[in-house]
Every structure is written in structure tokens, then in C-alpha cells.
């Protein structure tokens, strides 16, 4: 989606983002700026930073039951410590149908990028956003989003 398109998206209907790193993961300038990239698209977020638990993460989104979950990771561990983390989610039934993403350097080893997308999205991730993938394909999945009006 380019800039143009994004002035004519529909803001009127914030988003409640919960945006998190992983429990490994002590980065905090990509949570930041998403926290800022999605507060620039309208939409309001509790940013929980960097080495959050895994049941910290699913217990915020219990409390604020978000629209969205996004969870970034640099350091490579990205992938092993997104699987507990959805299987948690995922077994809470107010949390099963939450929108959950996850991006950034999610492992060492780049020739595995799709597989480990795949497993993932298998494992409960609604999209997968590696290193490399123009920040519009995440921009165009959060404008697909619509506010959950009954909680």
C-alpha cells in the first residue's frame, strides 16, 4: 500500500494494539516503532516492551482484550519463543479468535524464512512478517482489521 493509499484508509475506528517483545528479546527500538507507526494510523496501543513472560503477554491481552497482538522480535530467538506463546494464547477461549502477528528477525538462519512462517501461521499466528518484508504488507493486514464492537 503506498502513502496515498494509506491517507484514504478509514481511521475512524481506532484499534486496541497490545505490542510486545518476546521473553528473550531485550530490544526495544522495534517496539517503539510500531508503537509509533500504528498511533500515526489512528489506532491506540499499550505497548508492553521488551522480555515480557510468555503469560504476562497472555494475561494483558485478557485484561485489555485487544483487537490486535503484535509481537516483534531482533534477536533471532524469535521463532522458538513464538510458539509457547501462541499455544498460551490460543488455549484461552476469549483469546482464540484475537488477531495475532509476529515479525522481525525471527531466526538465524535464513534459508528457512517460509518454513518457519508456515509453522507458524500452523501453530496460530494470523501473519507472519519477516526481515525483509516491505512494512506496507503489515500496514495492509492491520487496515484489513476491524474494531471488535462487543467484547
Known amino acids: 500500500m503506498k502513502p496515498a493509499e494509506l491517507a484514504t484508509c478509514d481511521r475512524s475506528v481506532p484499534l486496541d494494539v497490545v505490542v510486545t517483545g ?18 500515526d494510523l489512528g489506532h491506540e496501543v499499550i505497548n508492553l516492551g521488551s522480555c515480557v513472560p510468555h503469560d504476562e503477554i497472555v494475561e494483558s491481552c485478557v485484561k485489555h482484550q485487544p483487537d490486535l497482538l503484535v509481537v516483534s522480535s531482533v534477536n533471532g530467538h524469535g521463532f522458538n519463543d513464538a510458539k509457547p506463546l501462541i499455544a498460551g494464547l490460543r488455549s484461552r477461549p476469549e483469546l482464540d479468535a484475537l488477531p495475532a502477528v509476529i515479525g ?33 504488507s503489515f500496514e495492509a493486514f492491520v487496515g484489513s482489521l476491524h474494531r471488535e464492537v462487543a467484547r
Do not use: C
Not at 22 to 39: K, R
Not at 113 to 133: K, Y
Open 22 to 39: 518476546l521473553p528473550s528479546d531485550a530490544h526495544t527500538w522495534n517496539l517503539v516503532f510500531i508503537q509509533l507507526l500504528l498511533e
Open 104 to 136: 522481525g528477525k525471527l531466526g538465524v538462519s535464513g534459508d528457512r524464512q517460509e518454513e518457519q512462517a508456515r509453522d507458524l501461521m500452523a501453530a496460530g499466528f494470523n501473519a507472519v512478517f519477516q526481515e525483509g518484508v516491505e512494512l506496507a
